[in-house]
Antibody, heavy 113, light 108 residues
Framework: QVQLVESGGGVVQPGGSRRLSCTAS????????IHWVRQAPGKGLEWVTF????????FYADSVKGRFTISRDNSNNTLYLQMNSLQTEDTAVYYC??????WGQGTLVTVSS | EIVLTQSPGTLSLSPGERATLSCRAS???????LAWYQQKPGQAPRLLIY???SRATGIPDRFSGSGSGTDFTLTVSRLEPEDSAVYYC?????????FGPGTKLDIK
């Protein structure tokens, strides 16, 4: 069955960096575009970034543009999110999402000194 | 940017009733690229509907989506207590791929 498993979350100091991963199984990973979505504590869902199936196009929310970078390794069925210059407002659970397949379970990133 | 407005904000219904949730877009959503998700407390969201009306794998036929252009609807028939959750819509026709603020559905 379809599985998306995020990892890499943790506590980071303001101004720091973190790389998240999302490992996929149960479907043809290289055929699908994938999103990162985040949810701050007690808040709604916020779209963060998207990458096309072949990695040729990437889109970012204004709130993360220039600080976050999405990438993928189709040979290893893995999606990445490199997060730099982290701010307290980036504290959230980060999910990977394939629109027609579903969501991962999420990984919590806490930006705090 | 397409802004999605969901109504009502909260909906309280009884088991066996039907829920009608609305998602209205500030401009037309290309190719009906609209999805619905269900999220229960402490859990990841769950995909219910994509392409406005296609049910995701394993989703019961009590859940149905309809609409096009700027007006979309999620209908949940024969409500069960476990349908209590927050429901979100998302458009993925054009970046930024925005979410609505959610509708909280209480089944009592």
């Amino acid at each position: 069955q379809v599985q998306l498993v995020e990892s890499g979350g943790g506590v980071v100091q303001p101004g720091g960096s973190r790389r998240l991963s999302c490992t996929a199984s149960g479907f043809a990973f290289s055929n699908y575009g994938i999103h990162w979505v985040r949810q701050a504590p007690g808040k709604g869902l916020e779209w963060v970034t998207f990458i096309r199936y072949d990695g040729t196009s990437k889109f970012y929310a204004d709130s993360v543009k220039g600080r976050f970078t999405i990438s993928r390794d189709n040979s290893n069925n893995t999606l990445y999110l490199q997060m730099n210059s982290l701010q307290t407002e980036d504290t959230a659970v980060y999910y990977c999402l394939v629109i027609t397949k579903g969501w991962g379970q999420g990984t919590l990133v806490t930006v705090s000194s | 940017e397409i802004v999605l407005t969901q109504s009502p904000g909260t909906l309280s219904l009884s088991p066996g009733e039907r829920a009608t949730l609305s998602c209205r877009a500030s401009q037309s959503v290309a190719s009906s690229y609209l999805a619905w998700y269900q999220q229960k407390p402490g859990q990841a969201p769950r995909l219910l509907i994509y392409d406005a009306s296609s049910r995701a794998t394993g989703i019961p036929d009590r859940f149905s989506g309809s609409g096009s252009g700027t007006d979309f609807t999620l209908t949940v028939s024969r409500l069960e207590p476990e349908d209590s959750a927050v429901y979100y819509c998302q458009q993925y026709g054009i970046s930024p791929f925005t979410f609505g603020p959610g509708t909280k559905l209480d089944i009592k």
